[in-house]
């Protein structure tokens, strides 16, 4: 349980830093600690999360102009997602 609080608390974190990032154009640092969330995440089995950070990570990259790596994260979270959460994902892979 402590390794989802963590991975949630990332979550968060990371979030913030993107918000600041798309204002300052500084997405290295978001990306980071989505990496981070996802590395954690996958060691420790806490899948639930996965999708979202995929998905957030996948912003990044496309914010920094990386097109490659953000599709790869966006089919990730697409695959590891239920039928609701897709349409998001879906929509940014379109993009």
């Known amino acids: ?3 989802l609080k963590e991975i ?3 979550m968060t974190e990371g979030k913030i830093v993107l918000d600041k990032a798309i204002i300052n154009h500084d997405f290295e640092e978001a990306l980071n600690i989505f990496t981070k969330a996802i590395n954690k ?3 420790s089995n806490q899948t639930s999360q996965t999708n ?6 996948g ?6 102009k990386q097109f490659e790596q953000a599709e790869k994260d966006f089919q990730e979270a697409i695959l590891m997602s239920d039928d609701k959460s ?10």
């Open 1 to 3: 349980m402590d390794d």
């Open 8 to 10: 949630k608390t990332m």
């Open 41 to 43: 995440s996958n060691s």
């Open 52 to 57: 979202q950070l995929h998905h957030l990570r």
């Open 59 to 64: 912003q990044c990259y496309f914010k920094l």
């Open 86 to 95: 897709k349409l998001l994902f879906y929509s940014s892979l379109g993009k």
